[in-house]
């Protein structure tokens, strides 16, 4: 079925909770994707920073095939296979720049997505807190959690409240518990200090994205991530790292994003690219964090199946395996240097291979996407002058060439 059957049918049974760009891509490998018509795009987008390995590579289609060939989903009744290895590499990754003798498991929730994931968090931050109060014999209840101005962390009601953009919440006001997240501006070391200074015994955790992703890839600087993680610990809050976009080295280097400031926090969300493509999230704490879930307390039917788990491990594996964060770090330097240098371009940010480029005010960035389109470029704009690149790991530079040569042409 072509495009246009397409957008007929969904324009009458699908809701319109986005609007989609006028093509239809039915085919991918690696860094390219292919439409109904047989017209070839190359990917800079990812899925929106999902596609790891690239579109289709060998060893997870091959995985999830043999999976799939084998079985699909049990429940979270019972045990299967690879759930508790996978556990075990995000603790291991967790605990890289902890000393030997200070490092602790690991647990984690697995989820479907990142909101729920985040949602996992806030839960797990408030029930902590709680337990700590009540084992002090105290009556408190700390319940705040601190976001920054311009997070996104989700689209469900608790998320969408820890989401500080106006434009996203306004249609579903007034939304519970408002109230208890406390917006705070991004690297304002000092604002955040008054936060902790006048509310810190009702705080439960600081919520933040070690590097911003949907408000045009907006890094927080080592000094203010450090700041965080003193604050916390200070006022016996938990620091959770949004880790959805920026994790699972998409900055390259290091698994995480917060591992660039040298900090850890005490709990730690993931999803995208965490399974290549599969729906998956996760939600880890240190044991004696996580031991406050109890059976029953919190669940998931979907979460963890036999398919996600199996795509995890193998994301993480092939990584790995074919040494694919160094090549992040040094194909994202470049893709920066190169965007710097274009027409128009006022200012590019970012880490690794996640990266905005801010264009002057002569042009609309949704625009720019819409041509990059009939060029054979996928990327998006997260703002009226702002586009984002999120390709897959595997971009090599001459894949940043190419995209430079078209966008160049564009602009």
Same mark, same amino acid.
């Given at each position: ?213 949907? $408000? ?66 996760? $939600? ?110 595997? $971009? ?16």
């Amino acid at each position: 079925m072509g495009l246009e059957e397409q957008q007929k049918l969904e324009e009458a049974y699908v809701m319109h909770t986005f609007g989609r760009k006028p093509v239809e891509f039915v085919r991918g490998e690696g860094m390219l994707l292919w439409d109904d018509e047989g017209h070839e795009y190359l990917d800079f987008l990812s899925g929106i920073g999902v596609i790891s390995l690239g579109h289709c590579h060998p060893a997870l289609s091959g995985a999830l095939a043999e999976q799939a060939g084998k079985l699909m989903h049990v429940s979270n009744y019972y045990y299967i296979e690879g759930r508790g290895e996978l556990a075990k590499k995000l603790s291991d990754l967790l605990n890289l720049q902890v000393p030997e003798g200070d490092r602790e498991a690991w647990q984690t929730f697995f989820a479907n997505s990142g909101a729920e994931a985040n949602e996992c968090a806030i839960k797990l931050a408030r029930l902590y807190a709680r337990r700590q109060q009540e084992a002090a014999g105290s009556t408190a209840r700390p319940q705040v959690i601190v976001v920054l101005e311009r997070s996104f962390h989700g689209r469900t009601q608790a998320t969408l409240s820890a989401t500080a953009q106006a434009v996203k919440q306004e249609a579903f006001q007034p939304l519970p518990d408002q109230k208890l997240f406390v917006p705070t501006p991004s690297n304002d070391v000092a604002a955040l200090e008054r936060v902790f200074a006048e509310r810190g015994a009702e705080i439960a955790g600081l919520m933040l994205e070690p590097v911003q992703g949907e $408000c045009g890839v907006r890094p927080c600087s080592d000094e203010f991530l450090q700041a965080a993680r003193r604050l916390c610990t200070e006022n016996g809050a938990l620091l959770i790292a949004d880790e959805v976009q920026c994790g699972m080295y998409r900055c390259g280097t290091y698994p995480f994003a917060f591992q660039h400031a040298g900090i850890v926090p005490d709990i730690v969300t993931m999803a995208k690219g965490i399974a290549g493509g599969v729906p998956m999230g996760a $939600c880890s704490a240190p044991a004696h964090i996580a031991a406050v879930f109890e059976p029953g307390i919190h669940g998931s039917t979907f979460g963890g199946s036999c398919l996600a788990i199996t795509a995890a491990n193998t994301v993480l594996d092939t990584v790995a395996a074919e040494g694919i964060a160094a090549s992040v770090t040094e194909v994202g330097a470049y893709l920066r240097e190169k965007l710097a240098e274009l027409p128009h371009v006022v200012e590019v940010r970012g880490k690794g291979l996640m990266v905005a480029a801010d264009l002057d005010e002569s042009l609309d960035a949704n625009a720019v996407v819409l041509a990059g389109l009939r060029a054979g470029l996928v990327f998006n704009a997260t703002g009226p002058h702002t586009l984002r690149f999120l390709p897959p790991l595997v $971009c090599k530079r001459e894949d940043v060439d190419t995209a430079i040569e078209r966008l160049a042409a564009l602009l």
